[in-house]
Structure formats: structure tokens, C-alpha cells
């Protein structure tokens, strides 16, 4: 399968401040995600990064908050903006080349807001 | 939307016994059901996924099985070994429609005794 590529591995930040989150993909993927995962805990998809469109976000989580970029089949970005220490998780992208193949994901970036 | 319940949420066997673990799902739209390893600080990797139109799915000594009717789902490890701990999540999806993202489970803390 295709391999995602995320960056920054982790970070620490100040609150008040946004950091923004890229996932390159090494071949087109039709879909791509992004999830919460907090320290042993399940993964909450954020949303759905949708190509050239606005992404489609999931019940808690709005745009202002963590705006979404996709211009294209192997790229996306996630910001999370105006951060406190609540932020502080696991954020992870994942893609799927199409309907009949597996998702993957990027290596997840460690946030931590203090 | 979807909701998948995983059980138990920990799990300690010997080794070279077996480990099951159970899922539901409320949705009876999804039709694609995948499992996930994931452990300590990386990525989680598919170990086996089952479509709805399939009752039982092996790959050497994992094995999911699947009961639409019921809404239940299960991943069964056999002979297991010491580097099968790690956390197990099983998950849902709709694929080949617009609601194609992957609803996770809370996860399965497996450790296997030596």
C-alpha cells in the first residue's frame, strides 16, 4: 500500500497559538482523514479531507477550530488553532487509495500544549 | 451515525493460548469491517479486514468472523505469541458510498504471559 508521510513527528506549543499538521502521500489516495487519539484511547475521526471542496467535519469538531486543506490527491494539511492544554493528543491523517483497498496512516504527530 | 462497542477493553492470556475479541456496530449500512494493531508510539496497521458478504475471513493465525444479523463482529488469535501485545482496534465502514470514513472501537489492551 501507499506510504503517508507526516510531519511534525511532535511539537510543544503555547497556548493561544495554531500548529499546522501535513501528510504527503507517496501515490494519489482518493480519501483522507484525520483523527484525535488520545493517550490510550480509541481514535475520534476530526474529518473528512475532501479534494478541492471543504472538508466535512464530525459531530464536536467545527472548522474554525481545526481548518482542513486538500489541494490535491497526495497532500493535506490539518491546523489546530488557538490551542490550549486540552489540544494536547495525538493527531493522525489517513488515507485510501480506493473503496477496495485498506486504510493507512501517518505516523500520528504528538501534540502537547502548555 | 455508526457506533462500534469493542469488548473487553483488556485481555492478559498465555502464550500459545487463544485471544477473541468481540465487537457490535449499530449501523447495518457498513459493510466493511477492518482490524487494526497498533503499539506503543506507532501508527496502527491493518491485520485483517472482512466484507459483509463474507461470513468468515482466516490469514494463518488470525481469523475474524462476521454475523450481520446480529451486528457482531470478532477477531480470534491463535497460538498467540509474545509480539501480539499490543492494542487491537476493530472498526467500521460504509464503503462504495459518501459515508465512506472508518468508525473505530474503544480498543483491546492485549498482553500475552510468557
Known amino acids: 500500500s501507499a506510504v503517508i508521510s507526516q510531519k511534525p513527528s511532535r511539537d510543544i506549543c503555547q497556548r493561544g497559538t495554531s500548529l499546522t499538521i501535513q501528510c504527503q502521500v507517496d501515490?494519489?489516495?482518493?480519501?483522507m482523514f484525520w483523527y484525535r487519539q488520545q493517550p490510550g484511547q480509541s481514535l475520534t475521526l476530526i474529518a473528512t479531507a475532501n479534494q478541492g471542496s471543504e472538508a466535512t467535519y464530525e459531530s464536536g469538531f467545527v472548522i474554525d477550530k481545526f481548518p482542513i486543506s486538500r489541494p490535491n490527491l497526495t497532500f493535506s494539511t490539518l491546523t489546530v488553532s488557538n490551542m490550549s492544554p486540552e489540544d494536547s493528543s495525538i493527531y493522525l491523517c489517513s488515507g485510501e487509495e480506493n473503496e477496495n483497498t485498506e486504510a493507512f496512516f501517518g505516523q500520528g504527530t504528538r501534540l502537547t500544549v502548555v | 451515525g455508526e457506533n462500534v462497542e469493542q469488548h473487553p477493553s483488556t485481555l492478559s492470556v498465555q502464550e500459545g493460548d487463544s485471544a477473541v475479541i468481540k465487537c457490535t456496530y449499530s449501523d447495518s449500512a457498513s459493510n466493511y469491517f477492518p482490524w487494526y494493531k497498533q503499539e506503543l508510539g506507532k501508527r496502527p496497521q491493518l491485520i485483517i479486514d472482512i466484507r459483509s458478504n463474507v461470513g468468515e475471513k482466516k490469514d494463518q493465525r488470525i481469523a475474524v468472523t462476521l454475523n450481520k444479523t446480529a451486528k457482531h463482529f470478532s477477531l480470534h488469535i491463535t497460538e498467540t505469541q509474545p509480539e501480539d501485545s499490543a492494542v487491537y482496534f476493530c472498526a467500521a465502514s460504509q464503503r462504495g458510498s459518501s459515508a465512506s470514513k472508518i468508525i473505530f472501537g474503544s480498543g483491546t489492551r492485549l498482553s500475552i504471559r510468557p
Open positions: 501515490s494519489q489516495v482518493t480519501m
